[in-house]
């Protein structure tokens, strides 16, 4: 190991040795990601004792930024940062930290996000979407999503008019950050065009007096008919 590497895993081992950091890095393994206030509160440390942290461990690479709206989150920066931290959990004998959120049910389950679905619903179906392999990272874009050919395929048998999605002058298919699940969902032109279509089927109804979608049990029927999955 050269002179640069050793000096490069010293300084990732001085930021995960602070305890403040160590506890937001730990907060942050299960895959949600978190405010600086969040953090700050975990962490036990005011506000803008947090900011310095996070600004340290965004500078050591180990924690990313996602600006959503008005918000501002932190996420572990990728799967070797949370890979080196399960194993020093392991060493030390800690156990994860559970997320615990404190949206209620009725917005949890399922809500519109602008105009494309969100909530656990929503989340359910993005990590579908990504385990069959319809959704690939897009080389050219970076946080934008591109359709395999099974993703071209399956999406096109579900009804959805992707050469029309695509003309439209917007991204075409993106992850955004859920706000009560703190894990991605479908957005773009191709979120938007599945709630119409959720909606269309029946699948999901809009309220007239808030962001709430409700799941109606024939609604949610189809819906595993369609995907194959469950929702809790």
């Known amino acids: 190991m050269d ?3 050793d000096n490069h895993l010293s300084r990732i081992a001085g930021a995960i040795a602070e305890p403040a950091r160590a506890r937001m890095l730990c907060c942050l393994l299960d895959g949600h990601a978190r405010t600086a206030t969040e953090l700050a509160a975990v962490a036990e440390v005011g506000a803008s004792t947090a900011s310095a942290h996070l600004a340290r ?3 050591e690479q180990m924690v990313e930024l996602l600006v959503q709206g008005r918000h501002r989150y932190y996420q572990l920066a990728g799967q070797d940062v949370a890979t080196a931290l399960e194993a020093l959990l ?3 004998g800690l156990p994860r930290p ?3 959120p404190g949206t209620p049910n009725r917005l949890r389950k399922a809500r519109t996000c602008y105009d494309h679905m969100a909530g656990s619903v929503a989340v359910a179906l993005h990590d579908h979407f990504a385990e069959q392999g319809w959704l690939e990272a897009s080389d ?3 946080k934008e999503y591109r ?3 099974a993703g071209e395929q399956g999406f096109a048998a ?3 008019d992707l050469p029309a999605t695509r003309k439209l002058r917007r991204r075409f298919a993106c992850p955004c950050l859920d706000w009560s699940e703190r894990r991605p969902h479908l957005g773009g032109a191709l979120g938007a065009a599945l709630l119409q279509m959720a909606l269309k089927k029946g699948w999901v109804e809009q309220d007239l ?3 709430a979608l409700s799941v109606a049990p024939k609604g949610q029927r189809q819906m595993l008919a369609a995907f194959g999955l469950s929702i809790a």
């Open 98 to 100: 559970e997320f615990k």
């Open 90 to 92: 392991v060493v030390a």
């Open 147 to 149: 359709l395999s050919a």
């Open 209 to 211: 007096d808030s962001r």
């Open 3 to 5: 002179a640069q590497a």
């Open 57 to 59: 461990l965004k500078e």
């Open 140 to 142: 050219d874009t970076p």
């Open 158 to 160: 579900l009804g959805l």
